[in-house]
């Protein structure tokens, strides 16, 4: 059983919106930190988004605030990124993070090597 599960990604052209979920399963991440990541060809994963246990603490990456909003639905175990304005940049497979302790933060979960990650879902804006 994968724990997490991407879905949302998509072929989109400059400018359109997406959303991504990612779907917990065989375990609950209620009061942990949650965030996206991406990685885009050729080059390393980069921190997106995190959002805190109960969802008090937001951060995103500076390429994306303003266009990129992260939120979690406790009922339905899921997190979101809603993304508008996408550019082509923003092209990359998009990875969801789960943090193995209450006590990781969202601007700890980028270094922590034992998170919970998902399969990813790729995402490319191209006219």
């Known amino acids: 059983q994968v724990p997490l599960v991407e879905s949302g990604g998509g072929l989109v052209q400059p400018g359109g919106s997406l959303r991504l979920s990612c779907q917990a399963s065989?375990?609950?991440?209620?009061?942990?930190?949650m965030g996206w990541f991406r990685q885009a060809p050729g080059k390393e994963r980069a921190f997106v988004a995190a959002?805190?246990?109960?969802?008090?603490?937001?951060d995103y990456a500076d390429s994306v605030k303003g266009r990129f909003t992260i939120s979690r639905d406790y009922s339905k175990t899921t997190v979101y990124l809603q993304m508008d304005g996408l550019k082509p940049e923003d092209t990359a497979v998009y990875y969801c993070a789960g943090a193995s302790s209450p006590v990781v933060t969202t601007k700890t979960l980028a270094a922590r090597p034992d998170n919970t990650w998902g399969q990813g879902t790729q995402v490319t804006v191209s006219s």
């Open positions: 959002i805190s246990g109960y969802g008090s603490d937001i």
């Open positions: 065989g375990r609950r991440f209620d009061g942990y930190t």
